[in-house]
Nanobody, 124 residues
Framework: QVQLVESGGGLVQAGGSLRLSCVAS????????MGWFRQAPGKERDLVASINWNGIRTYYLDSVKGRFTISRDNAKNTVYLQMNSLMPEDTAVYYC?????????????????WGQGTQVTVSS
């Protein structure tokens, strides 16, 4: 089973940037759809961004469009989330996850192999 490990979270002021990384174990990384989710206290977990196996197709939550960029490096078994112009409402634990083929990469269902999460805190 693939294991995912996130890193890159931290405390940043509003308007700042962070780059999250998620490294996957195993050999099949390049076949999976990868997703970044976030969950704030007392709120549901949301799919923030996703990317198909070769990086050609991406999806973004409306509230992060134009500020966040998801990318992947299959040679390094890594998916990234570049977060710019951060806002206090971006504060959450960020998780990466994967799933097999889905025609609709914006579908938040059926993701698995969740990482442990990385905390992102944006101060005002």
């Amino acid at each position: 089973q693939v294991q995912l490990v996130e890193s890159g979270g931290g405390l940043v002021q509003a308007g700042g940037s962070l780059r999250l990384s998620c490294v996957a174990s195993g050999r099949a990384f390049s076949t999976f759809i990868m997703g970044w989710f976030r969950q704030a206290p007392g709120k549901e977990r949301d799919l923030v961004a996703s990317i198909n196996w070769n990086g050609i197709r991406t999806y973004y939550l409306d509230s992060v469009k134009g500020r966040f960029t998801i990318s992947r490096d299959n040679a390094k078994n890594t998916v990234y989330l570049q977060m710019n112009s951060l806002m206090p409402e971006d504060t959450a634990v960020y998780y990466c996850a994967l799933k097999n083929y889905d025609r609709d990469i914006s579908n938040p269902d059926d993701f698995g192999s969740w990482g442990q999460g990385t905390q992102v805190t944006v101060s005002s």
